[in-house]
């Protein structure tokens, strides 16, 4: 379809793990000049306050059972500033494309012949654990990794039985029903002594590390509030022998981010 160059344009942009100094320059050069932004529960307040004063923001954060009613009005959103002639930013916790619905955006937008540009943002699969300490992989120990979303399918889980052959494990938005995922994977062939992390709050100050095991997630054990990352995997232990950046300094002040 053709595009109508007279009208907005939308970025989907990452806003990375919540650490604004883990923006992409790309991603903050829009936010500076973005007209309207339209972002997500996991956008961190530290990464709103670099977006231009002058801009109108939206939330369209989803809580559980108003998935399908808030994307609607995403949708809407999206298509009727930019047809308004707007420089959009959508903006999206981690990276736009990993389990944020970005692609199903970037597909509607083109279909109605508005022009995208994708903007990725550093990935919590990938920062989060990284900043705790857990190097997702490492020669003897991790020989690669999966991502998976804990999130259900009608309270119905996905098949985690090719799960069972991955070194490290990186589950996302599956704190709610962790017990049933750990129960799970045990029951289809990991071990129940295996390590595992929770990393709420990655890479802000109200970061917290729970350090826990399989068998207990299984059991009911491990209090853990969203949003977090859960890393399942031998990889974990690494974790005591390092000596992480700490979270409470991850937000001190620093030289003011330029455009």
């Not at 937008?109 to 190097?135: D, H, N």
Request: proline share 7%.
């Amino acid at each position: 379809m053709m595009r109508d160059r007279s009208r907005g344009k939308v970025y989907l942009v990452g806003a990375g793990p919540g650490d604004p100094e883990l923006l992409t320059l790309r991603a903050l050069r829009l936010l500076k000049r973005a007209e309207v932004v339209l972002y997500d529960r996991l956008v961190s307040p530290a990464v709103l306050e670099q977006v231009n004063p002058r801009a109108q923001l939206v939330y369209v954060g989803k809580e559980l059972g108003e998935q399908d009613r808030v994307q609607e009005f995403i949708l809407h959103q999206l298509l009727h500033h930019a047809r308004s002639g707007k420089k959009v930013v959508r903006l999206k916790g981690g990276d736009p494309l990993v389990y944020g619905r970005g692609g199903e955006e970037w597909l509607f937008l083109t279909e109605k012949g508005i022009e995208v540009e994708v903007v990725p943002g550093v990935s919590s699969a990938l920062a989060v654990p990284a900043l705790a300490g857990i190097p997702l992989t490492m020669r003897g120990v991790s020989g690669g990794f999966a991502v998976l979303s804990g999130h259900t399918q009608g309270g119905r889980l996905p098949d985690l039985t090719p799960y069972t052959r991955v070194d490290t494990l990186v589950v996302l938005m599956g704190i709610k029903e962790r017990s049933r995922i750990a129960q799970e994977l045990v029951r289809v062939g990991r071990r129940p002594e295996e390590p595992v992390a929770f990393i709420e709050r990655g890479s802000t100050p109200q970061e917290r590390v729970v350090v826990s095991t399989l068998g207990e997630v299984a059991a009911g054990g491990s209090e853990v509030q969203p949003p977090a990352v859960w890393v399942i995997g031998e990889v974990v232990r690494i974790r005591a022998r390092l000596k992480p950046f700490e979270a409470s300094t991850a937000l001190e002040p620093r030289p003011a981010l330029s455009p």
